[in-house]
C-alpha cells in the first residue's frame, strides 16, 4: 500500500505551484475575470508544456498518467488559476488518439498555444450549450449522434456568469463543423475524455475547497472576539472539521478511483460519477463555510473568500445537474451500463494491503465459511454483543485473531494484515467490537506492560480464552475520562481500585478491563493511572444495561477490586501517555461504521429488486436507485479514509486528525444513510425482523450511539479542527 506522491509529481506540484504564485496578486484574480482568462496563469500553462502532459511521447508529448493530470488540476484549482487547462488536457489527449489528419493538424496547434473546448452533451439532443472557455477558444470537440466533430469558432460573446470564465453559448452544428471521427473507437475515445474531464474537474473543484479551508482557518486562528480567537468556539470550528474530513475523503477516492481505472476493475466507471457527484456535493458546501468564517467580510467581493465560492460552484455544475450522476452510479454498479474509460497510465499509488494482507484474508474467509453458519449470522444479528467464543479461538489457532501481534501469539504480520483481517468481518456482517476492546487491550500490554503482565495476560488474549473491555466512562464525567473519580490505593504490591464505571459494553464478558483510576491529588491529567484489571474476582460487578440499539452496555462497580502492581500500564500518575495511544487505536477502528453502511446497503438493495410501488419495481425508479448511490458512495469515502489511517500508521506517517476523520465520517453517514433509507422503504421499515427492512431497522437505531462510542462526534471534531485544521483548542 502506498499513497505517497512521487518525487516527480512532488516536483511538477511545487514547480506549477511557483510559477503560477509568482505573479499572483489579488488584483491580477480580479482582473482576469474581465477577460474571462488568466493570460498570466495560461502563459505559465503553456512554457511549462503541460497542454500535452497526457499525450503520447511519439506526437511531442510527456506521455504522463492520469494521476499527474490530477495534480496539476488540483493545483490550478487551488490557486484559482482561470484557464481552460482541464478542457485543453483532455482535448489534446483525444485527439493524440484520433486518426484523422484533422486531429493531428488540431494537436499542432494546441502544442502552440491554440485553446480548444470540450462539448459534455450529445449536440443531436442539446445543440445549443455553454462552454466554459468559449469565448476564447479556437475550436470546440463535441458529439453529434454516432459522429465526432471539430467546429472552429470565430466571434463568440462572453457571457455574463458565476465563476468569471470566458464561457459563451454556442451552437453545435454538424453542417459548419468537420468531423473528427465516425467509427466505434474514436466515439469510445470521445466519452472516455469526457470521464477524464469529469475527474479532473473534480480535483479542482475539492482543491477549491480545502484552499478555502486552509484561508478561513488562518483567519480564525488571528481575528479576536470576546477576547479570544474566534476559532476556538465550536460553533465555526466544527462545520470546518466536517468539510474537511468531507474533502479529505473526496481527495483520496479520487486517487483510489485512478488506480480502480488502471486495474479496470468493474467499478471504475461508477467510481468516477462517485467522484463527481461526491466533489460537487463538498467542494462548494466546503467554499459557503470558509466565507462565513470570514463574516460580512466575507460576502464582500473585496475579500478572495468569494472566488473559492463562485468557482467551485461554476466548475461543479458545468456538466449539468450534479445528481445525474448518482443514477449512473447506480447504473454503474447494479444495471447493464458500461462505461468507457480514461487511460490511467503510470501510478505508483496503491490502496491495496498486499500479497502478505491477502493471503491473511483468504485463511481468515475460509474459517469463516467453516465455522459461521446462517443460523450463527442471524443469533450474531439478534445478539446483544455478537461474541462468539468458538470463532475467536478458531482464528487464534492459526495466529490470525490477532495476525499482526509477534509470533507466537500471532502471525508477527503488520498493520495491513490486521486491516485485511477485519475487513474479512466486515465482508461477513460479523461483529468486531468485543475483538476491538481486547485488542486494545492487548496492544497496550504489549507497548506498556510488565515482563509479568506480558507473560500472563497477552497468551490469554490471544489463544482466545480471554476478553477485553474498556473501562474509561464514569456517570459524572462522560468523555471527560481524566475527571475519573474511581480510585486506585496502593496495598503492598498491589492497588485496590473502588468506584464505578458506566458504558463498560463488554463488562459481562471480559476477564480483563483496561481502566483509568486516580491515583494522586494533583491536576486531573497528571494523577491518572491505567491498569489491566482482572476482572473474575469478587468486588467487581456487572449491572446491564440495554440500548436503544438492541445492544448490551453495562455499569461496574469496584469494591476494593485487586490488581498487581505489575498489571500495571505505564507509569504512576503518567495515564495520559498510554490513554493517548488508546485513543489514537480506537479513533482509527473505523470497521464497525464500515459494517453498518454495507449491511444496510444490501438489505436495501435485496428490498429494491424484490419490491414494487405503484405496480413499477422498485430498483426501475430513478429516485430510489439515486439514494440507494449516495449510500454507496459514503461507503467508499469511508473506505479511503480507513486505509489512509491503515497505510499511515504503518508508514510512519500518522496524523492525529486521520483516525478521527474516519471515524467522525462514519459514524455520521450511518445516521444520515440510515434515515434516508428508513425514509426510502417506509413504512414497512418500522417492523423488526430478521428481514432485510427488519436489519434496516435495526442499524438505525444503532446509528445514534455510533456518534457518543469511541468518542462523541464533537470530540472527533475538535480533534480535527486542532490537529487537521491548525485551529486554537476548544476546550480548556
Not at 485473531?401 to 509470533?407: N, Q, V
Not at 428481514?691 to 431497522?697: D, F, P
Request: hydrophobic share 40%.
Amino acid at each position: 500500500m502506498n499513497l505517497r506522491m512521487s518525487d516527480a509529481q512532488s516536483l511538477l506540484r511545487d514547480t506549477l505551484t511557483r510559477a503560477l504564485q509568482k505573479d499572483k496578486t489579488p488584483a491580477r484574480l480580479r482582473e482576469a475575470e474581465k477577460a474571462g482568462l488568466d493570460a498570466s496563469a495560461w502563459r505559465v500553462f503553456q512554457e511549462l508544456g503541460l497542454p500535452l502532459l497526457r499525450v503520447r511521447e511519439s506526437s511531442g508529448g510527456a506521455e504522463l498518467g492520469l494521476l499527474d493530470a490530477i495534480l496539476v488540476a488540483e493545483t490550478l484549482g487551488e490557486n484559482l488559476a482561470l484557464v481552460p487547462a482541464i478542457d485543453v488536457l483532455t482535448c489534446a489527449r483525444l485527439l493524440s488518439v484520433l486518426t484523422s489528419p484533422l486531429a493531428s493538424s488540431t494537436l499542432g496547434r494546441i502544442a502552440n498555444g491554440a485553446i480548444v473546448s470540450l462539448s459534455l452533451f450529445d449536440a443531436a439532443d442539446a445543440p445549443d450549450q455553454l462552454i466554459a472557455f468559449g469565448g476564447v477558444a479556437e475550436a470546440v470537440v463535441f458529439r453529434a449522434g454516432s459522429s465526432v466533430f471539430l467546429m472552429r469558432l470565430t466571434t463568440q460573446i462572453k457571457e455574463s456568469n458565476i465563476g468569471g470564465s470566458a464561457m459563451a453559448r454556442i451552437r453545435l452544428d454538424p453542417k459548419s463543423a468537420e468531423p473528427l471521427c465516425t467509427d466505434q473507437e474514436g466515439l469510445n475515445a470521445y466519452e472516455a475524455a469526457c470521464e477524464e474531464w469529469k475527474l479532473l474537474n473534480a480535483a479542482s473543484i475539492v482543491a477549491m475547497g480545502k484552499r478555502a479551508l486552509e484561508s478561513a482557518a488562518s483567519y480564525a486562528c488571528e481575528r479576536q472576539a470576546f477576547g479570544r480567537a474566534i476559532g476556538s468556539f465550536q460553533g465555526l470550528a466544527h462545520p470546518l472539521a466536517d468539510c474537511s474530513a468531507e474533502l479529505d475523503g473526496a481527495s483520496l477516492l479520487i486517487r483510489r478511483t485512478v488506480e480502480a481505472i488502471g486495474d479496470d476493475r468493474a467499478e471504475a466507471g461508477a467510481m468516477i460519477s462517485m467522484c463527481v457527484w461526491w466533489a460537487g456535493e463538498v467542494g462548494p458546501r466546503a467554499a459557503a463555510k470558509a466565507m462565513r468564517v470570514f463574516g460580512g467580510y466575507g460576502m464582500t467581493m473585496e475579500y478572495d473568500a468569494q472566488f473559492y465560492f463562485r468557482r467551485a460552484t461554476s466548475q461543479s455544475l458545468l456538466a449539468g445537474d450534479r445528481e445525474d450522476e448518482l443514477d449512473k452510479i447506480a447504473q454503474r454498479l447494479w444495471g447493464a451500463a458500461v462505461t468507457h474509460l480514461p487511460d490511467a497510465g503510470e501510478f505508483d499509488i496503491t490502496f491495496e494491503y498486499g500479497e502478505s494482507a491477502r493471503r491473511t484474508a483468504q485463511i481468515v474467509e475460509q474459517i469463516f465459511q467453516k465455522h459461521v453458519t446462517p443460523e450463527l449470522q442471524r443469533w450474531a444479528f439478534e445478539s446483544g454483543d455478537g461474541y462468539d467464543p468458538q470463532l475467536h479461538r478458531a482464528l487464534a489457532a492459526e495466529g490470525l485473531l490477532f495476525p499482526d501481534w509477534p509470533k507466537g501469539l500471532g502471525r508477527g504480520g503488520d498493520a495491513f494484515d490486521r486491516a485485511a483481517a477485519h475487513d474479512v468481518f466486515v465482508a461477513n456482517r460479523w461483529p468486531q467490537v468485543v475483538l476491538a476492546t481486547t485488542e486494545m487491550l492487548g496492544n497496550l500490554v504489549i507497548h506498556f506492560g510488565s515482563e509479568r503482565a506480558k507473560q500472563e495476560i497477552l497468551p490469554r488474549l490471544a489463544s482466545g480464552e480471554a476478553a477485553g473491555a474498556l473501562c474509561y466512562s464514569e456517570p459524572s464525567c462522560g468523555s471527560d475520562v481524566f475527571a475519573a473519580k474511581t480510585k486506585a490505593v496502593r496495598d503492598g504490591d498491589d492497588w485496590l481500585i473502588t468506584g464505578q464505571k458506566i458504558f463498560t459494553s463488554q463488562g459481562h464478558i471480559a476477564d480483563y478491563g483496561l481502566l483509568l483510576a486516580r491515583t494522586g491529588e494533583g491536576a486531573k491529567h497528571a494523577s491518572v493511572t491505567v491498569f489491566a484489571v482482572p476482572l473474575k474476582q469478587s468486588g467487581y460487578v456487572c449491572s446491564a444495561m440495554d440500548t436503544v440499539g438492541n445492544e448490551r452496555t453495562n455499569t461496574t462497580f469496584y469494591d476494593n477490586v485487586r490488581v498487581p502492581d505489575d498489571y500495571r500500564l505505564g507509569g504512576v500518575n503518567d495515564g495520559t501517555k498510554v490513554l493517548a495511544a488508546a485513543l489514537q487505536i480506537e479513533h482509527g477502528a473505523t470497521h464497525h461504521y464500515s459494517e453498518a453502511l454495507k449491511e444496510m446497503l444490501e438489505a436495501a438493495l435485496e428490498w429494491a429488486r424484490g419490491a414494487k410501488r405503484v405496480g413499477v419495481p422498485v430498483m426501475q425508479i430513478p429516485s430510489v436507485r439515486a439514494r440507494l448511490a449516495a449510500t454507496a458512495t459514503r461507503i467508499e469515502v469511508l473506505e479511503v479514509l480507513s486505509r489512509r489511517t491503515v497505510w499511515a500508521a504503518a508508514a510512519g506517517e500518522s496524523r492525529k486528525h486521520y483516525g478521527p476523520s474516519g471515524k467522525l465520517f462514519g459514524s455520521e453517514s450511518w445516521v444520515k444513510c440510515s434515515g434516508d433509507l428508513m425514509n426510502l422503504a417506509a413504512p414497512d421499515t418500522l417492523l423488526q425482523g430478521y428481514t432485510s427492512l427488519g436489519k434496516i431497522e435495526k442499524l438505525y437505531r444503532r446509528s445514534l450511539p455510533s456518534t457518543i462510542y469511541a468518542g462523541a462526534s464533537e470530540i472527533q471534531r475538535s480533534l480535527i479542527a486542532e490537529a487537521g485544521l491548525g485551529l486554537p483548542r476548544s476546550r480548556s
